[in-house]
């Protein structure tokens, strides 16, 4: 039963698939329908003005009326969310473009966007009596699993391929975690954890494996929203490997049209999923090129968050390209490496590859005329570059 003195509006779950209703006051998984990502819904008919933001919080948790936690005891929480966006100025001015912003995640406790969806996901976790959790990962949401787990309390197994850099292993190591090296991609991580976990006894919180990663991931929609003084940008681009932050973005701008918190004229941005040219599953589904991303083989990349060749929420995220009427693009090595330097030397922002990839595509899509000068963009840096020296290291002026 919900408590009645609870601030959370959620009403419901249902399947991405079908659309089948699911209890959201029991644990849950996948749809048993369809086998498909499970989404929350929150009782929006009643009028919710803006005002409900608790802005004394200044953390992801302002917006605690339209997330899943429905008693605040079991918030589990480092201060993770509203991260700083900054304006870039000087890429502006050298690429002749009027607006161009980067909402940095890699100002989240762990260094990345993952620790919104993971202290979401372990706060659900503990609500809903979870002894401990299981993750697959190519290495930021490992640490923020871990990270978040030692804060509740809970047991924290962390599958990763053994070429993940240095860093991610040692965070994890330090939370106290469990931590098994596996040989391939996550996908082969995520091969071990279901062997590991057959009997269930972990929560598994892969990419929307459970329903509220999500939820801690579309708060960032609202802070941008909320930043920009309620309008929204033109176009937003954003590093999709699972494509939580694309699928739960899209998400919280339909929940505040919904809400009436955007203006009846606001205009929702073009959706712009990046991808590593080493590991592009939806590029390849977008161009037709294959029927979906199960039989997808893809390679290790300097962007380790961009190595998910079989991405659960392909469907989902395909819906916002084309609800948003927007693309996917694919960066080379090299020209996330030239992003990195860009960021680095013109605007002193060390961001992660898959920062730089978004940049690099920004770039791109100017360069095809899809993107146009006089509109303002958003760049999504999903995590700090320090994570990735073992990737980088000594290749700044190669």
């Known amino acids: 039963m919900v408590a009645l003195e609870s601030p959370s509006r959620l009403s419901t779950l249902h399947c991405s698939a079908c659309g089948a209703a699911y209890s959201a006051f029991e644990l849950q998984r996948v749809s048993a329908c369809c086998n498909v990502p499970l989404v929350a819904d929150y009782d929006l008919f009643e009028p919710l003005g803006r005002d409900i933001i608790d802005r004394a919080d200044p953390s992801m948790w302002r917006y605690g009326a339209l997330l899943p936690l429905l008693n605040p005891d079991h918030k589990v929480t480092l201060g993770e969310g509203f991260t700083p966006l900054l304006r870039l100025p000087r ?63 809970l047991k924290a197994v962390v599958v990763m391929p053994r070429h993940t850099p240095q860093a991610f292993k040692e965070e994890c190591y330090w939370y106290g975690a469990e931590v098994e090296l596996v040989d391939g991609l996550i996908s082969d991580c995520g091969a071990r954890v279901r062997q590991r976990n057959a009997d269930g006894a972990l929560l598994d919180i892969s990419t929307l494996k459970e329903p509220y990663r999500l939820e801690g991931k579309k708060t960032m929609g609202y802070e941008i929203a909320e930043q920009l003084n309620w309008s929204l940008p033109d176009v937003l681009l954003y590093p999709a490997g699972g494509g939580t932050g694309l699928i739960g973005i899209w998400k919280a701008f339909q929940e505040m049209k919904a809400l009436g918190w955007l203006a009846p004229e606001t205009r929702l941005p073009r959706m712009v999923a990046v991808q590593a040219k080493n590991c592009c599953p939806l590029l390849e589904t977008y161009a037709g090129r294959q029927a979906n991303c199960h039989a997808y083989h893809g390679s290790p990349t300097l962007a380790n968050g961009l190595a998910v060749p079989h991405p659960l929420g392909e ?60 509109e303002t963009v958003l760049l999504l840096n999903t995590g700090n570059g320090q994570k990735y020296m073992d990737n980088v290291a000594g290749r700044a002026f190669n």
């Open 91 to 153: 890429l502006a001015a050298r690429h002749e473009l009027s607006s161009l912003l980067l909402k940095d995640e890699g100002q989240n406790p762990t260094g990345s966007f993952k620790a919104r969806g993971l202290s979401m996901a372990v706060s659900k976790a503990k609500e809903l009596g979870v002894d401990g959790c299981i993750i697959p990962t190519a290495g930021n949401a490992g640490v923020a699993m871990a990270a978040y787990c030692a804060r509740a309390g």
């Open 315 to 374: 469907a989902m995220m395909l819906r916002v390209l084309r609800e948003s009427n927007g693309t996917v693009v694919s960066i080379s090595e090299e020209d996330m490496l030239a992003g990195m330097r860009d960021l680095g030397q013109q605007e002193g922002l060390f961001v992660a590859p898959e920062g730089a990839a978004v940049w690099m595509a920004a770039r791109k899509l100017l360069g095809t005329g899809w993107l146009h000068p006089d």
